[in-house]
């Protein structure tokens, strides 16, 4: 859980006991969680969460809040996160923008191989004027959801970034 004063919190799942917090961080955003992100040669647990005064997306090793690495990002004030596992197993990252503007979407590509987590830019689309925080994405379809903060949800492709349709 981000706590927008400067703090990421982990739970157990199981009872909601505290498993730890990282405090001082400029202003934390949204947080998702994937598995089996390969760190070394070892398969582990992520949560990457923006941190929006930075321009950048942090990643931690589950569950102790371990951070493996600080991706730049080009977006400003950079809000929503979600990954995406595809099929070949890659884990991306797609980074929304709390200010609209032209390819506002952001896919980087996260790579843990030499022990620190690193992202590579694959592509950039979707042209808003409206902020857009919430995104979700279904694995099993392919399929990136896009929530305008007032009006609608557009989806996409996710492996290529094309539009799909709007509701």
């Known amino acids: 859980i981000t706590h927008k004063g400067g703090d990421l919190r982990a739970f157990r799942a199981r009872d909601c006991s505290s498993v730890a917090t990282i405090t001082g961080m400029a202003n934390p955003n949204n947080v998702d969680v994937e598995y089996g992100l390969n760190l070394g040669g070892v398969n582990v647990d992520i949560a990457v969460m923006t941190e929006r005064l930075n321009n950048r997306l942090l990643v931690f090793r589950l569950p ?3 951070q493996i690495g600080a991706i730049p990002t080009v977006l ?3 809000m929503g996160v979600v990954l995406y596992k595809n099929l070949s197993g890659s884990i991306n ?10 390819n506002l979407i952001q896919q980087y590509q996260l790579d843990g191989s030499s022990g620190t987590v690193t992202g590579s830019l694959v592509r950039r689309f979707g042209d808003y004027t409206t902020e857009v925080e919430a995104l979700s994405v279904d694995d099993e379809q ?5 929530s305008h903060e007032i009006s ?3 989806v996409y492709n996710a492996i290529n970034g094309n539009f799909i349709q709007s509701f």
Do not use: G, M, Q, W
């Not at 990252?93 to 032209?102: G, L």
């Open 64 to 66: 102790n809040l371990v």
């Open 76 to 78: 400003p004030e950079p």
């Open 93 to 102: 990252a797609f980074v929304s923008s709390k200010i609209p503007t032209t």
């Open 142 to 146: 392919n399929r990136l959801y896009v």
């Open 152 to 154: 609608k949800i557009d």
